[in-house]
């Protein structure tokens, strides 16, 4: 059965600041294509996951300020966000736990096409065989946020670059595992890696597609997912 199908949309891009309406439209106005639309889904988003100046959490002028500055600093490594206190495999779990408290149990798959936007860099709109290539070759138009991978558990770390962002193919995984099952993501799983038998790689995807499946079930809620994330780090075993 193919789910991918797109509800209503819960995040209003509209912007008070007036910084995102100048991404992406060109010079003089215009319409807003694809990339456009995810650029300004991103920004919307990224307030979601990272912890402000303000009142519970909320950012301050300040905050967008300091964000537009250093954008493309942020999403290649978060810890540079000014308000990032820790950084590690914790810290992505604290994210995703962020950014799913936004959500309804009914925006399910809505949140799953957000958060695969973030941390995966998968256009929210994409159809789901550009969101494979995304997978299997790596993001191309969307830098996924950069987390850190300490605290996850060597077994899972790539093993030709260990520092390699480890948070983006899990959540690549996740999305294929939620939107399309085992049959489809296992093979894109192994077979991304058959050049380098990256066993870390394998690992890690085959746990993130486990994962989307339970997810996916009627009997697993945010928490259940996020304590999933938490249990591959080092201090779960």
Request: charged share 20%; proline share 4%; glycine share 8%.
């Amino acid at each position: 059965m193919n789910r991918y199908t797109y509800p209503q949309n819960p995040i209003k891009l509209s912007d008070p600041t007036g910084h995102i309406a100048i991404e992406g439209t060109g010079e003089g106005g215009g319409s807003c294509n694809s990339i456009c639309m995810n650029n300004i889904r991103r920004d919307l988003l990224i307030r979601r996951v990272l912890i402000g100046g303000g009142k519970n959490g909320n950012w301050t002028p300040a905050d967008e300020k300091f964000y537009y500055q250093h954008k493309n600093s942020i999403w290649s490594d978060v810890s540079y966000w000014k308000q990032e206190e820790n950084s590690g495999w914790n810290s992505y779990a604290d994210h995703v736990e962020r950014l799913a408290s936004h959500y309804s149990p009914e925006q399910e798959s809505q949140f799953m096409r957000d958060f695969s936007l973030v941390f995966g860099g998968i256009p929210a709109d994409s159809h789901w065989t550009l969101a494979a290539i995304s997978v299997a070759k790596g993001p191309k138009e969307f830098m996924p946020l950069g987390e850190q991978n300490n605290g996850l558990q060597e077994k899972y770390l790539d093993s030709d670059n260990p520092s390699s962002n480890q948070s983006h193919h899990y959540s690549g995984l996740l999305f294929l595992g939620y939107f399309f099952g085992s049959n489809l993501s296992r093979p894109i799983n192994t077979l991304r890696e058959i050049d380098t038998s990256n066993q870390g790689d394998i690992l890690l995807g085959e746990a993130a597609i486990s994962d989307a499946i339970d997810f996916r079930s009627d009997f697993e809620s945010y928490e259940d997912l996020i304590d999933k994330i938490r249990a591959l780090a080092v201090d779960s075993d």
